[in-house]
T-cell receptor
Framework: KAGVTQTPRYLIKTRGQQVTLSCSPI?????VSWYQQTPGQGLQFLFE???????NKGNFPGRFSGRQFSNSRSEMNVSTLELGDSALYLC???????????FGSGTQLSVL | AQSVSQHNHHVILSEAASLELGCNYS??????LFWYVQYPGQHLQLLLK??????LVKGIKGFEAEFIKSKFSFNLRKPSVQWSDTAEYFC????????????FGGGTRLMVKP
């Protein structure tokens, strides 16, 4: 069974640009969550989707958005990038809510 | 708002030593508790979780954790560590009705010397 797949693995952008990250959950998983990991702030919850609906949202500005498609694949978008958005963005999936989370390898975003 | 504190940022042990990593959280309601591990170059993976029932939870690779509600703690233990336990360990908590919205601690880097 393939794990959680995140693309791209690495991304370099400049301030002011926008970026879209993709996450393919494990087959059959309907819940997808996104986390931001930085050395200073650690792991912080961004949002969670279940069956195409956003269930929870973390404390991030509106520049951070996401969506989930009918096949459970998810994308997150960050507009008007800032230097502080440089981070590892992790996606995690589970079959149902409150079940074991499986994490992907992440997308390392660098904003110059 | 929830918060999670892991007091030890770096721990160095010799093989066969016993391990205890501290985790304290602040939240007044019913919580679910987790320990995740990230081995070098690998994904975050679940070590163990507590939802309800026996407060002593056993996980993979010989790890266990004890939920002490009165102390808001969920410390991770292993009686005898191995070199392969070298990794970063994260404690996480969520409200029982908060989906998969986890609040993570800052992590503890464990190095086990052979």
């Amino acid at each position: 069974k393939a794990g959680v797949t995140q693309t791209p693995r690495y991304l370099i952008k400049t301030r002011g640009q926008q970026v879209t990250l993709s996450c393919s959950p494990i087959s059959g998983h309907r819940s997808v969550s996104w986390y931001q990991q930085t050395p200073g702030q650690g792991l912080q919850f961004l949002f969670e989707y279940f069956s195409e609906t956003q269930r929870n949202k973390g404390n991030f500005p509106g520049r951070f958005s996401g969506r989930q498609f009918s096949n459970s694949r998810s994308e997150m978008n960050v507009s008007t990038l800032e230097l502080g958005d440089s981070a590892l963005y992790l996606c995690a999936s589970s079959f149902e809510v409150n079940e074991k989370l499986f994490f992907g390898s992440g997308t390392q975003l660098s904003v110059l | 708002a929830q918060s999670v504190s892991q007091h030890n940022h770096h721990v160095i042990l010799s093989e066969a030593a016993s391990l205890e990593l501290g985790c304290n959280y602040s939240y007044g309601g019913t919580v679910n508790l987790f320990w995740y591990v990230q081995y070098p170059g690998q994904h975050l993976q679940l070590l163990l979780k507590y939802f309800s029932g026996d407060p002593l939870v056993k996980g993979i690779k010989g790890f266990e954790a004890e939920f002490i509600k009165s102390k808001f703690s969920f410390n991770l233990r292993k009686p005898s560590v191995q070199w392969s336990d070298t990794a970063e360990y994260f404690c996480a908590v969520k409200s029982h009705n908060a989906g998969n919205m986890l609040t993570f601690g800052g992590g503890t880097r464990l190095m086990v010397k052979p």
